[in-house]
């Protein structure tokens, strides 16, 4: 008798978009680790393209108080891209510290909060 076929973990996939959306990493933090420990529980952050940016296509520069403390993950600024680019005036979210679970399984630092921002995707 064949065994009944094991569904694959579908858990993230349920979460309602507005939980992922308010989970948005920022990355390349290590180069602002001084930064990053002055930052409070919350804050708002100020985003900003950079269409020079050599190692990605689609940079988004997050930006606390005028400082750079990272930028938005690559897999993610592609679809905001546009949209940051063109707004005037500049697009600002909240953000949050991350948990020390955050920190300890991946690394991340910083939290930002996209639910109420416009997306673009991109093929």
């Given at each position: 008798e064949p065994r009944p076929r094991k569904e694959p973990n579908t858990v993230a996939y349920n979460h309602p978009v507005g939980l992922i959306l308010a989970r948005i990493p920022v990355v390349g933090g290590v180069a602002y680790r001084e930064r990053l420990g002055q930052l409070p529980a919350t804050f708002e952050v100020t985003l900003r393209v950079e269409p020079d940016n050599r190692y990605f296509q689609h940079a988004i520069a997050v930006l606390v108080n005028g400082e750079k403390i990272g930028y938005v993950a690559p897999?993610?600024?592609?679809?905001?891209?546009?949209?940051?680019?063109?707004?005037?005036p500049p697009v600002t979210c909240a953000g949050r510290r991350g948990s020390q679970a955050d920190h300890g399984t991946s690394g991340i630092e910083v939290l930002l909060d996209f639910s109420s921002l416009p997306v673009q995707t991109h093929s």
């Open positions: 897999e993610i600024g592609v679809n905001y891209y546009d949209t940051v680019a063109a707004a005037a």
